[in-house]
């Protein structure tokens, strides 16, 4: 079985909210499992917090969860992105369009190096 949950993306205040569904890793049913006892939570809305960052993350902790979702979603796009141009790289014939594909995975490789350093 897996774990999901609908939460609202993170987004700027005043703007209409984005909802998704995030799921966890399949595994056997009787090994599933959430930990509704973790360190810091000691309110419901700490819980919430929680059980989604554990389903979204694999992470019991509920401090700043909007902005880990964000990067690991951001994480995710960045290595989509690598592969794609890596692919697009070695297809590449013209020398100028190779050059002009090789920069742009060289930037996408260092901005996921800063997100995840």
């Known amino acids: 079985c897996a774990f999901a949950v609908r939460r609202a993306l993170p987004g ?3 703007h209409t909210p984005t909802f998704r569904v995030f799921s966890s890793d399949w595994v056997p049913a009787g090994e599933a499992t959430l930990d509704a006892a973790a360190e810091g939570v000691d309110s419901v809305d700490a819980l919430w917090e929680s059980l989604c960052s554990q389903v979204l993350l694999g992470d019991p902790s509920p401090v700043d969860l ?7 979603m951001l994480a ?5 992105d690598i592969d794609k141009l890596t692919r697009d ?3 590449a014939k013209n ?3 190779r050059n ?4 742009k995975l ?3 490789k260092r901005q996921l190096d800063e997100l995840l350093g």
Do not use: M
């Not at 002009?100 to 920069?103: G, K, N, R, S």
């Open 12 to 14: 700027r205040a005043g």
């Open 66 to 72: 909007d902005e880990r979702v964000r990067r690991h």
């Open 76 to 80: 995710a796009q960045l290595r989509a």
């Open 89 to 91: 790289h070695q297809r």
């Open 95 to 97: 020398p100028a369009q």
């Open 100 to 103: 002009e594909i090789y920069a």
């Open 106 to 108: 060289h930037k996408a």
